[in-house]
């Protein structure tokens, strides 16, 4: 115990626990995917903005001015706003911008747009959730949404979860080992072992320079359930041995357990080394995160665990009435009702969705979700832009080309999946408000608008020299259609309109090409896993036909799993996509500690070494498996 409460001490000291959640969620910033995103950048800047959503009693906006201003001058006031709009600051009766940021379907509420900087969201957040809170009241209900929100949100989601469900997770798996084995030396070995392998993982983890990610938070709770998978089998063989000699009792549960645990370790390996193919950063920081997790808790397993077990456990000095699992496959009847039960979750497979909507991430009822569910009802909440030029080269000033502008501007609000729409030709509009500003030529009311008299507006629409043109769209996230045809649509609309699509970015961009990404890495991923298995399961059974047999078993696992989502309606999303690789893994686990026993069976002589070694595996295997559903269950 006193080397899990050094490593605990350890972690406090020298890990960080705070969750690190970048702006573009799916990739990291040099991932090729974010070239779009980068380039669009470079040649349209403008920073981030943050959307607070401010609703009043009735539908009397108006007659709270006075509180919306007040709250507009504390929000500008935060030190990381660069610059923001109201209803104060700006009249969206006369100015199509205006009108279309600040107005909501509601009419008793409007938004507050601000302008941020590059400031850590876990700073910027709470200084504006300070100014917020001081003027929230029954007569004014605000809600906070934009990138830096969503940021912060779901890395303070994930810290609560990494305190608050990885100590669930410690003392219901204390509680099932204590009701499992009822003996308080392999209750508090187990537990021991366990926070050592956790520490040394995360300090290990922390000392690569990988910090909690989007998907590691929970990595608490995996490297946990993987050191219990090896000290529940050498469990079960310490006890099924008899005698008083505890050094030989100790090396023959080892020499027992050693070989199916390393080859099962080797699977788990394998299992996170194949996210590490993955395109997506998260994923990629899983794959390293576990495959250090998995030989950290094989090590521990071995040399912490036995140091307790050989010490302090009871153990057995006369043949007594071991608990043994019947055989359950001497009836076909089983056998068939396997294949239906798999087949029956397979069936599942076509209804996969691996485009899930951003709101999906979040829990439904959470502030998170509501806030974002609002914005996006009001016009959208996942960006997209889409550069555009003249085809042939030319400006977007000329004569010819302006009108296809507009008529693209038209053509993107009438479709259904968009909601607010920016470009050049309703920054122009906004131009033409200024008195005797209508005079002027399209040219020189860019030029207006790119100036400081304007906030320099133009420049995140339109390069310098007027050749290209960004249109800024927010997208709807409630409409059901995916995100692939959407954009196949709307560059139909760019060609229509006699013009030509250069660039498409943006996070509803991005979540698409996760969700291609995704579809591709579970067929890549679980191909390449299953045939690294067919060798694995070759050298574990040294028998062809119990190789294949157990390959094919292992192939269920992860068309279950996966049928299993798409009958229960779970998108595969960042999230949840590992989730087949790892269940293919662990599935393996069981699998070869029971087919090691097999063969030493028959290596012995044994008549029937299938019915025996699921007799005698059977216990533990049940065991992994209900510590195992229960661990992964509490989230």
Request: contains cysteine; proline residues 4%.
């Amino acid at each position: 115990m006193g080397s899990a409460a050094l490593g605990v001490i350890a972690v406090l000291i020298f890990v960080d626990l705070s969750p690190r959640v970048q702006g573009d969620f799916f990739f990291a910033h040099d991932d090729p995917q974010m070239q779009a995103a980068r380039e669009v950048a470079d040649a349209f800047p403008g920073g981030a903005q943050l959307i607070l959503r401010a609703t009043v009693p009735g539908a009397d906006v108006a007659g709270h001015r006075k509180e919306i201003g007040e709250l507009t001058d504390g929000l500008l006031a935060v030190d990381g706003v660069e610059g923001g709009f109201s209803i104060t600051t700006d009249d969206p009766e006369n100015s199509p911008l205006f009108e279309r940021i600040l107005r909501t379907r509601d009419p008793g509420a409007t938004n507050i747009v601000l302008q941020v900087d590059g400031t850590d969201p876990e700073l910027l957040l709470p200084r504006i959730e300070a100014v917020v809170d001081t003027h929230e009241s029954d007569q004014l209900s605000i809600v906070i949404s934009g990138v830096p929100a969503i940021v912060e949100m779901v890395r303070r989601s994930l810290y609560r979860d990494l305190i608050v469900f990885s100590s669930a997770a410690i003392l219901v798996f204390a509680l099932l080992i204590g009701i499992i084995y009822r003996e308080v030396a392999i209750v508090a070995g187990t537990i021991a072992t366990c926070l050592v392998s956790v520490s040394a993982t995360l300090l290990i983890v922390q000392a690569l320079g990988m910090g909690i990610g989007l998907l590691t938070a929970n990595l608490v709770t995996i490297v946990f359930v993987l050191t219990l998978s090896h000290v529940v089998f050498l469990t079960a063989n310490w006890r099924s041995a008899v005698g008083t000699d505890r050094p030989i009792l100790m090396r023959d549960a080892l020499s027992k357990t050693l070989e199916g645990s390393f080859w099962s370790m080797t699977t788990t390996f394998l299992g996170f080394a194949s996210l590490l193919i993955a395109t997506a950063q998260p994923l990629r920081e899983l794959g390293m995160a576990g495959m250090v997790g998995t030989l950290i808790a094989f090590t521990t397993a071995y040399v912490v665990y036995p140091s307790v077990l050989g010490k302090w456990a009871r153990v057995q000095a006369t043949l007594g009435s071991n608990v043994r699992i019947p055989s359950l496959g001497r009836g076909k009847g089983t056998v068939w009702g396997a294949v239906f039960l798999f087949g029956s979750l397979s069936l599942g497979l076509p209804q996969l969705d691996t485009d899930p909507s951003l709101l999906a991430y979040f829990a439904p009822g959470s502030e998170l979700r509501e806030g974002l569910a609002l914005v996006d009802s009001d016009g959208g909440s996942s960006t997209l832009d889409i550069v555009v030029s003249v085809p042939g080269g030319g400006t977007v000033t000329s004569r010819e080309a302006y009108p296809r502008f507009d008529a693209l501007q038209s053509e993107f609000e009438a479709d259904s999946a968009v909601g607010v729409v920016l470009s050049p030709t309703v920054i122009v509009d906004h131009a033409r408000t200024i008195p005797l500003a209508g005079l002027f030529p399209v040219e020189t009311l860019l030029d207006l608008a790119s100036s400081d008299a304007l906030g320099s507006i133009a420049l995140g629409f339109v390069t310098p020299d007027r050749d290209r043109v960004r249109y800024s769209l927010r997208m709807r996230e409630r409409v059901e259609e995916p995100r692939e045809e959407v954009m196949a649509r709307l560059t139909e609309k760019v060609e229509e309109a006699g013009l030509h699509t250069e660039t498409i970015a943006g996070l509803y961009d991005l979540q698409a090409q996760l969700a291609r990404l995704i579809a591709s890495s579970l067929r890549i991923g679980i191909g390449g896993l299953l045939m690294l298995f067919l060798g694995i399961s070759l050298i574990v059974a040294r028998s062809g036909f119990t190789a294949v047999a157990m390959w094919v078993c292992l192939g269920v696992v992860p068309l279950a799993t996966l049928g299993t989502f798409g009958h229960a309606r779970i998108a595969i999303d960042i999230i949840t996509s590992p989730a087949a690789n790892i269940a293919l893994a662990i599935g393996a686990d069981s699998m070869i500690h029971l087919v090691i026993r097999v063969r030493r069976l028959a290596a012995r002589g044994v008549s029937s070494p299938w019915a025996d070694g699921v007799a005698q595996i059977g216990r533990p295997v049940m065991s992994a498996s209900t510590i195992i559903c229960v661990g992964f269950g509490i989230f």
